[in-house]
C-alpha cells in the first residue's frame, strides 16, 4: 500500500505569491495532519482534520495560511501572498482513526520565499 | 507549556557501539510517545510508539523505554551501522483536544564506519 504522498516535493515562490500544496494520506485514514518545519528545528503543527472536519487550526501562524480537506481524503494548504518567513518544509501526516494512533508523513514539500 | 527536549543535539559513535537517545518532556500527562527517523532531505519514518500504559516497545535492534514519573524516554540502539545515520525525533501526544505531536528538535546521530 501507499505512504502519504504530497506535491510539489519542492517550491520556488517569489515573495507575494500565492502557492497550494497538496497531500494524499494513506488511503482510508481519518486524521490528518499539516505540520511547518524550518531547518534544524522539529516538526510544529499547524492544523489537524478528522474527516472533512478542521477541527483544530490553532498552529496557523497567521491569516494567510489556509487548509481545507473537502472531501475527507486529499487535503491542500494554501499560503497567500507568501513572505520570506514561510519558508520552510511542509510535512503532512495520516492516522488510521484516532489523532493518538500511529501518524505516518509524507516526504514533504520544501517551500523557498524568495 | 508542554515542551519536548533532546539531549545531546548530535551524537557520532563509532560502528558497532550500542547507543541510548535521550528524550525528556514537561508534562508526565502524557498519552503516548512516538520516536522517528529522519534521513536529509526526506519525510519522517515512524520507529516506535509507546503508549503511557507501557514502559517500553521493541522494534529488532531499537528499544525505546517510556517513564512518565521522572518525563523521561530514551530509544537504545544495539550494535549501530552506518545506515542508523540520521536525526532522530521524539514526539509526545497529549490528551484531550489536542491532536497533534510536540516534537523534540531532534538528534543528529552520525555512525563512523
Known amino acids: 500500500g501507499a505512504g502519504v504522498s504530497q506535491s510539489p516535493r519542492y517550491k520556488v515562490a517569489k515573495r507575494g505569491q500565492d502557492v497550494a500544496l497538496r497531500c494524499d494520506p494513506i488511503?482510508?485514514?481519518?486524521?490528518l495532519f499539516w505540520y511547518q518545519q524550518a531547518l534544524g528545528q522539529g516538526p510544529e503543527f499547524l492544523t489537524y482534520?478528522?474527516?472533512?472536519?478542521?477541527?483544530?487550526k490553532s498552529g496557523l501562524p497567521s491569516d494567510r495560511f489556509f487548509a481545507e480537506r473537502p472531501e475527507g481524503s486529499v487535503s491542500t494548504l494554501k499560503i497567500q501572498r507568501t513572505q520570506q518567513e514561510d519558508s520552510a518544509v511542509y510535512l503532512c501526516?495520516?492516522?488510521?482513526?484516532?489523532?493518538?494512533?500511529?501518524?505516518?508523513f509524507g516526504p514533504g514539500t520544501r517551500l523557498t520565499v524568495l | 507549556k508542554q515542551e519536548v527536549t533532546q539531549i545531546p543535539a548530535a551524537l557520532s559513535v563509532p560502528e558497532g557501539e550500542n547507543l541510548v537517545l535521550n528524550c525528556s518532556f514537561t508534562?508526565?500527562?502524557?498519552?503516548?510517545l512516538q520516536w522517528f527517523r529522519q534521513d536529509p532531505g526526506k519525510g519522517l519514518t515512524s520507529l516506535l510508539l509507546?503508549?503511557?500504559?507501557?514502559r517500553e516497545q521493541t522494534s529488532g535492534r531499537l528499544n525505546a523505554s517510556l517513564d512518565k514519573s521522572s518525563g523521561r524516554s530514551t530509544l537504545y540502539i544495539a550494535a549501530s551501522q552506518p545506515g542508523d545515520s540520521a536525526t532522530y525525533l521524539c514526539?509526545?501526544?497529549?490528551?484531550?483536544?489536542?491532536?497533534?505531536?510536540?516534537f523534540g528538535k531532534g538528534t543528529k546521530l552520525s555512525v563512523k564506519p
Open positions: 501526516a495520516s492516522s488510521l482513526f484516532s489523532p493518538y494512533n500511529e501518524q505516518f
Open positions: 508534562d508526565s500527562a502524557i498519552y503516548n
Open positions: 488511503s482510508g485514514h481519518v486524521s
Open positions: 514526539a509526545a501526544h497529549y490528551g484531550g483536544s489536542q491532536g497533534n505531536l510536540i
Open positions: 482534520f478528522q474527516n472533512e472536519a478542521q477541527l483544530d
Open positions: 509507546i503508549q503511557s500504559s507501557q
